[in-house]
């Protein structure tokens, strides 16, 4: 990753070797990139397991669990308000 996306800087004899210098906007790329596709195969998984699960309590606890995760990683990984993530939570 770090061939594509950054360059050594000069780097003084008191830091030390290995430091790297990343451009911000490659980075925010990559982030939205990944970001894209963490929130595309979120709900594509919890439909996947809830097939696979036959028994009606365990079902439900995974929609619970998964429910919870979904909320976790949109409030981790999006900028939205409170009331946001409720309401996709909610959808």
């Known amino acids: 990753m770090h061939g ?7 780097v003084s ?14 980075l925010g790329i990559i982030v939205r990139v990944i970001t894209t596709v963490i929130a595309s195969i979120l709900p594509l998984c919890s439909v996947v397991v809830l097939d696979v699960v036959q028994t009606n309590g365990l079902r439900l606890g995974i929609i619970v669990i998964l429910t919870a995760l979904f909320s976790l990683a949109l409030s981790l ?14 959808a």
């Open 77 to 90: 990984m999006t900028s939205a308000r409170k009331i946001e993530i409720f309401a996709a939570t909610c």
């Open 13 to 26: 004899t008191n830091l030390g070797a290995g430091l790297y210098q990343y451009d911000e906007t490659t």
């Open 4 to 10: 594509l996306t950054g360059h050594q800087i000069p």
